[in-house]
C-alpha cells in the first residue's frame, strides 16, 4: 500500500510529509489494569490490541519504520510472575500476527539483548524474521530487552575491539561508524517519538538516535490510545518545523 493510498487521503495527511521512522514507548498498560481493578497482565493484553491497531494504521498510511519499546533492560526487575506472563503473550503475539506482517509486506525486526529472553521467545523472534525477511513494505522493530545506555557501551566496546585490532583508525571514527554498530544500523533516525500515559521521559529509549526527532507526550494509557489519535499526532508533525540546529528562515531577529 503506498503512502498516497486511500487510507492517506482520508486521514487527511500529506504523505511527503509523513515521519519516515516513528518510535513509541508504549506506556500505561498497568496502570489502566488497576483502573478497572484488573490484574496488571489483563492490561498487556489489552496493549497487545493497541500494538496490532497502530501497526496496521501506520501501515496503512505510508510510515516506513515504527518502532515500539515493548520490553526494557530495567523491565527484567519486575516479578518473576510478570515477566513469565509477558515473554508468553510475546511469543502468542508474534505467532499469531506473522500471517498478518506476510499480508501486508511488514518486515519484522527485533532490537535488544536477545539472548536473555527465553528460548522459546528467541525462536518465535527468528521464525518471524526469517519467514517476513523478503518483505521490503514497512519495517515493524521491537524494542526487547532493549536499553540505550546498553546499546551504547555495546557499541563503544565493538568500535574499540576494531580500533585496537587495526580495523579502524580511531582518527578516522565518525558519527557513520558508531551508529553502523547500533542495533538499528542501516535504519533512518526516528523523525517522531511517542509516549503515552502523561509520563514525560525518554526512558533509556534510543538516546543517539532521537538527537533530532519531534518528541509527542500524550496523557492516553497504551490501551486506550488508537487509530484516530495517532493520525492526529501524525497530522501535528506535519504542521512542525524541523530545523535541525539551524535558524529559521523567516525569524528575522537572528540575521
Do not use: C
Not at 56 to 63: F, I, L, P
Not at 114 to 133: M, Y
Not at 141 to 161: F, H, K, W
Not at 226 to 254: C, M, S
Request: aromatic share 8%; hydrophobic share 40%; glycine share 6%.
Amino acid at each position: 500500500m503506498n503512502s498516497d493510498s486511500e487510507a492517506v487521503r482520508k486521514a487527511d495527511l500529506d504523505p511527503a510529509g509523513l515521519p519516515a521512522h516513528v518510535a513509541v514507548i508504549m506506556d500505561g498498560n498497568g496502570r489502566w489494569a488497576g483502573k478497572r481493578m484488573l490484574n496488571r497482565i489483563k492490561g498487556h493484553e489489552k496493549g497487545s490490541d493497541t500494538v496490532r491497531e497502530i501497526v496496521r494504521t501506520a501501515r496503512e498510511v505510508g510510515v516506513g519504520i515504527l518502532t515500539l519499546y515493548a520490553f526494557s533492560t530495567e523491565n527484567w526487575n519486575r516479578p518473576k510472575a510478570e515477566v513469565t506472563a509477558l515473554m508468553e503473550l510475546l511469543k502468542r503475539f508474534l505467532k499469531s500476527e506473522r500471517q498478518e506482517m506476510l499480508d501486508n509486506n511488514i518486515r519484522f525486526n527485533v532490537i535488544g539483548d536477545i539472548e536473555r529472553l527465553p528460548e522459546k521467545v528467541q525462536k518465535a523472534i527468528q521464525e518471524t524474521r526469517t519467514a517476513t525477511t523478503r518483505n521490503d513494505g514497512m519495517r515493524l522493530n521491537l524494542a526487547l530487552s532493549y536499553g540505550s545506555r546498553d546499546e551504547i557501551l555495546r557499541m563503544t566496546r565493538a568500535v574499540a575491539a576494531k580500533a585496537r585490532a587495526g580495523e579502524i583508525d580511531p582518527d578516522e571514527i565518525s558519527f557513520e561508524t558508531l551508529s553502523d554498530h547500533l542495533y538499528t544500523r542501516g535504519m533512518a533516525d526516528p523523525d517522531l517519538l511517542i509516549r503515552t500515559s502523561g509520563e514525560h521521559r525518554i526512558s533509556n529509549f534510543l538516546l543517539w538516535q532521537i538527537a533530532y526527532a519531534e518528541l509527542f507526550f500524550t496523557d492516553t494509557l497504551w490501551p486506550d490510545f488508537g487509530r484516530e489519535e495517532f493520525i492526529h499526532i501524525l497530522k501535528d508533525y506535519q504542521h512542525r518545523e524541523r530545523r535541525f540546529g539551524k535558524v529559521d528562515a523567516t525569524d528575522t531577529t537572528r540575521k
